[in-house]
């Protein structure tokens, strides 16, 4: 039996013909190497977006589950354009959508998760020698309702599909090359991966580097699936293996390093030091879905027996933290709120820190030395984050790239604008 | 229980979000008259021209099946949004595709026919005060393959679903204000009828009114479903009911004129006056799907016993015609084959004229009494069809209109080009 490799291809990787027809040489390379192949697509270019401004434009607030029979169109306009890429080169080739598979979901619109997928259909056109081309980004619930996946949905469904039929590898093409130690348009000779672990990429993603959705990564560690994040246009590229720690040699302590300038960190004072308020204050937030990172208490004050409690939040949930908080504070007896975005949390990376010691304080040291100050701390087993102005997170990340050896001799292409600091 | 009606909106009704909106208030006008609406939509202005252009842009000869693919998201996205539209006003409302609903057709792509409608999601949707909204022009199989119906598609489905749910009409609108005596860019004063039968807007349709798609008229005609043409844009006006002959009343023989100007004349010289001749022609044509309209068979010359036949066909078969009679020229030993598209079909149509004679010689002298030189002639039980030159269409359509008395008193609002001619 073949080996079965599912790709996934992004908006940008479909944005026109063009791309399209580049994406379908990029698929049949992947046939004519003896695999079978499965691919999963994103909706061309903006369509999404554009779909949901036309959607706002008739109704200021849309219904979910309209806007999910909506949204599900992008994809599937995708897949069929590009099935017909891969036939007019003379591949035999198929698509489908979610609900003609059975890409079985819970029954929540907008970010459901995906709980089941039936194979039998897709195994049937494997075995008549077919190129599958699946909707990304959907799914069907048993009642026959459409969804949606969410941010990174098609990544979700590309490595859900590729468990479900017992894949060798799912590999996202994108527009980069691949994991790299730190943003390269921070960092010029960031040096790409070849492998990173789940946990480390995990990590990664949570503090800020855009490649993969953390939840499709968290999947495919689930299922322990072989991830490779690979560039569309330059395939002999292979990119960087996203795998199982036990299955990596870890050569370097520190794998990689990235800069979040999305928190916002919310400071809560003077709440009397009685048990139980903390649990109301993070009970209340997290009733609203509102992730919580990194948390410090202060030494409850001797002189008014309260504490200052300080914390940082996503910049997308400022709105909804700041209802929650005021409806909260007079029930906590608490003071003065502060929000601060003057902030960016800076991480180092890497599942070879657990058993080397004298990691974290090579990172305050370095940051010491470059005169950055340090206002929150957070660690865990293959993490340590530090909280420091915003002004400070370019210069941050280039010195801990230095001292922890992470560069490499060539400059790394360099794309887009650098992020805002 | 409330009386069901089914409304279909074509792609200029809902061309873009402002007249979207527009159309919602059309729809609960219909809610607010106390009836259960449910809404049959075609795909936003161009978007399928504009999807079957990308088709071949990516593939000169795409799949079928992936074209039904394709074209089908189309009206997954203007369904959706009619709906937030009817939410966004207040009522409530929900879209649903055809393998949602279970449109069931056969298992033919581009131009499939529905065998079946299940009607217990929409029943139940119905209960629950919504108003449903459902994509036209599409259908699936019972393997779950999307098809699509083809030309005049939603009109189809809208009809069906009308004839599954037992509705007590089928209001089609359109951006005309109903079904007219004859093309008022030809006519100025031509009359908008309040009624027609099925099988004279058949007719009618087959002779060049584009107002509604001949299956639809077929289908309403099938299950006695009263089909209501009217404008989107006029509410008040109540437009053309179509119904049973059984249930008009008759005051005119004639109850409208039309010209055909998409037919071309083929004539198959000196074919043998051999028994089976024109069997092996016109089963050769209806193998490869061509319609042959008026057919005409000379008298067998004595001196060299053969014969002429002429027929006309449509345009659009032009190609597909040529090469079937290419092909079996030499095994019907016939000489020159020869095509003419200089003509018009120019018809009078009356369920009335069955039972009132000197109708068919009132419109030969008509046109000879202006100078029209009849070509071909072929009738049916309500209509008389003649081929003339194309020159002289417009002139024959004025003065067929007179002489029947069609006329009005109102100047039509003028919409369009005049065709070619």
Chains 1, 2 share one sequence.
């Not at 609203?288 to 940082?312: G, L, P």
């Amino acid at each position: 039996m073949k080996d079965i490799i599912v790709q996934k291809f992004g908006g940008t990787s479909v944005a026109d013909i063009g791309k399209m027809k580049n994406v379908a040489d990029v698929i049949i390379k992947e046939k004519e190497n003896g695999n079978d192949v499965v691919v999963v697509v994103s909706a061309m270019g903006h369509t999404t977006d554009h779909l949901v401004k036309l959607a706002h434009e008739i109704n200021p607030n849309p219904s979910e589950r309209e806007l999910d029979m909506l949204m599900s169109t992008g994809e599937c306009v995708s897949m069929s354009l590009l099935t017909m890429a891969l036939q007019a080169k003379g591949y035999k080739a198929v698509s489908y959508n979610a609900a003609q598979i059975g890409i079985i979901t819970e029954n929540v619109h907008t970010k459901a998760r995906i709980v089941d997928i039936k194979t039998d259909r897709l195994r049937k056109s494997l075995e008549e020698g077919k190129i599958i081309v699946i909707a990304g980004f959907q799914g069907v619930t048993t009642d026959g309702e459409i969804t949606t996946l969410g941010r990174g949905g098609s990544d979700t469904s590309a490595v859900a599909i590729a468990s479900a039929l017992g894949a060798k590898r799912c590999d996202i093409y994108t527009d980069v090359e691949g994991v790299y130690t730190t943003d390269p348009r921070v960092v010029p000779n960031a040096s790409r991966l070849n492998e990173i672990s789940y946990e480390e990429m995990l990590e990664l993603a949570h503090a800020g580097a855009n490649v993969l959705h953390p939840r499709s990564v968290e999947t495919a560690k689930q299922y322990k699936m072989p991830l490779r994040v690979r560039s569309t246009f330059k395939y002999e590229n292979k990119g960087t293996l996203i795998l199982g720690v036990e299955d990596m040699e870890i050569n370097k302590p520190v794998a990689g390093v990235a800069a979040d300038l999305s928190q916002i960190r919310v400071v809560v004072c003077d709440i009397p030091d009685t048990p139980g308020e903390a649990a109301i204050l993070f009970g209340s937030l997290a009733k609203e879905n509102i992730s919580v990172d990194m948390i410090i208490q202060s030494y409850a004050r001797k002189s008014s027996n309260t504490n200052d409690i300080a914390f940082t939040i996503n910049k997308e949930d400022l709105a909804k933290t700041q209802e929650v908080l005021f409806s909260v504070k007079d029930k906590l007896n608490a003071g003065d709120i502060s929000f601060d975005d003057n902030i960016a949390k800076v991480s180092i990376i890497g599942a070879g820190m657990i058993d080397r010691p004298g990691i974290a304080s090579t990172m305050f040291k370095t940051l010491a030395d470059n005169g950055i100050n340090i206002r929150m701390i957070s660690t865990s087993e293959i993490k340590i984050s530090c909280l420091i102005n915003k002004e400070d997170a370019q210069k941050a990340v280039k010195a801990l790239h230095e001292i922890f050896n992470l560069g490499c001799d060539e400059i790394a292409e360099v794309k887009g604008t650098l992020p805002d600091v």
